[in-house]
């Protein structure tokens, strides 16, 4: 078996990287990555020791490149993590997303279908699903829930799902789509909310949480959304979303405040600043089809998944303080100065 991850070189593919190449000791891994400011190398340097896996550096919208690789490799399986993730990143700048996120998901796609890869699963997120409303703890999110996204970068990843699903209905391509809630754990980029905290707390910084703080993420340890994957590609069924979440809701705030308490830190640092425009209130997932048909469950608690993550961030400063250097400084300040 031969799978082809695209964006391992980013947060959530290398730990699927990592998960693969232990629990599958035959498949050989090809990881495909544009190396841009959120794909780090450094990350994949025990993988690349070992010979069932190989690193190439390409963009997934460069259509010559990827046929090419197609045309080399001959992949069984293809598992698409590559994307522009971040929320703000796609407020400030859309194109780049729709370029990334849905016309890099068709060449992809395109490939697929020439070389005869056997499944396509696309890494999609809940957000595509738009938010729920903070005083109704009640409704949820299943795969039936009308897309509705809210920002560019969720709209991007629907558009992107739709025409997965529209290869599947025209062409008959076999695809999955997993659509997963936040992820938190190790190699997560500082921009995004945890390792955010986790690296100003370090350096005594102020937290800036956006608005009130009272935005609900559901939070799941990324080794569980690994799993999830690994059983979906394995076992999902041919045209159906998957929806990955472990019931784990917290406001933003009192991650904040849990953070700050496994430091030992003040929450004096804590600075409430101008929301995100279009913020999405509450995200909840409701996994119950992944649970009754493919007998996935979460096993990392958050409070065990903040400590190995703070622990992990503890231990691996200089994969860290090499990422906030440079142009992170830059991103910093045009995105949080007089906020
Ligand atoms: P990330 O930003 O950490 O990593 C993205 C990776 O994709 C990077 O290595 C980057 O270099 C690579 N990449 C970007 N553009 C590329 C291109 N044109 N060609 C090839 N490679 C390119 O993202 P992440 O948080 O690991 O998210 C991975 C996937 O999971 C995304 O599709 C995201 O939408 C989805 N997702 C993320 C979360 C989360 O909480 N982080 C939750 C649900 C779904
Ligand atoms: O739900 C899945 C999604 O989760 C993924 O599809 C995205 O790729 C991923 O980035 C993440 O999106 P969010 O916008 O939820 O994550 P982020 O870490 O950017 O923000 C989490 C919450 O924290 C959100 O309500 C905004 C808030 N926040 C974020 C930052 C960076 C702050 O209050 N302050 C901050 O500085």
């Excluded at 069932?52 to 992949?75: C, H, M, Q, S, Y």
């Excluded at 009308?146 to 920002?151: D, L, Q």
Aim: proline letters at 5%.
């Amino acid at each position: 078996m031969k799978i082809l991850v695209t964006g391992g070189a980013g947060f959530i593919g290398s730990n699927f990287i990592y998960h693969m190449l232990s629990e599958h000791p035959d498949y050989d891994i090809v990881c495909l990555d544009a190396l841009t400011y959120a794909g780090n190398l450094h990350t994949l340097e025990p993988a690349l020791k070992n010979s069932r896996f190989k690193f190439v550096k390409g963009d997934i919208t460069d259509r010559n490149a990827v046929f090419e690789l197609f045309k080399n490799e001959k992949f069984d399986t293809v598992v698409n993590f590559a994307a522009e993730s971040h929320v703000d990143r796609s407020i400030n700048d859309p194109a780049i997303f729709l370029s990334t996120n849905v016309m890099g998901t068709q060449v992809l796609l395109d490939a697929c279908r020439e070389f005869g890869v056997s499944r396509f699963h696309q890494i999609s997120t809940d957000e595509v699903y738009g938010d729920l409303p903070l005083d109704r703890p009640d409704l949820f999110f299943t795969e039936e829930t009308p897309i509705h996204a809210s920002s560019p970068y969720s709209a991007s990843k629907a558009g992107a799902d739709l025409l997965v699903l529209a290869y599947y209905r025209t062409y008959g391509l076999p695809v999955t789509v997993s659509r997963c809630s936040n992820n938190y754990g190790p190699y997560h980029f500082p921009e995004k909310l945890i390792p955010l905290i986790i690296v100003n707390l370090l350096h005594d910084k102020p937290i800036p949480v956006y608005g009130t703080g009272e935005n609900i993420r559901d939070w799941l340890y990324v080794e569980d959304h690994c799993k999830a994957v690994d059983l979906v590609i394995h076992k999902g069924t041919p045209g159906e979303v998957y929806n990955i979440g472990g019931h784990n809701e917290m406001k933003n705030i009192d991650v904040v405040k849990l953070v700050i308490s496994e430091l030992g830190k003040s929450e004096d640092l804590i600075t409430y600043v101008k929301d995100r425009a279009g913020h999405d209130k509450r995200y909840a997932i409701d996994p119950t089809k992944i649970h009754r048909e493919l007998g996935w469950s979460p096993e990392v608690k958050f409070k065990d998944g903040i400590k190995k993550t703070v622990q992990w961030y503890l231990d691996n400063r200089e994969w860290w303080e090499d990422l906030i250097s440079g142009e992170y400084i830059n991103y910093y300040e045009k995105m949080y100065k007089n906020r």
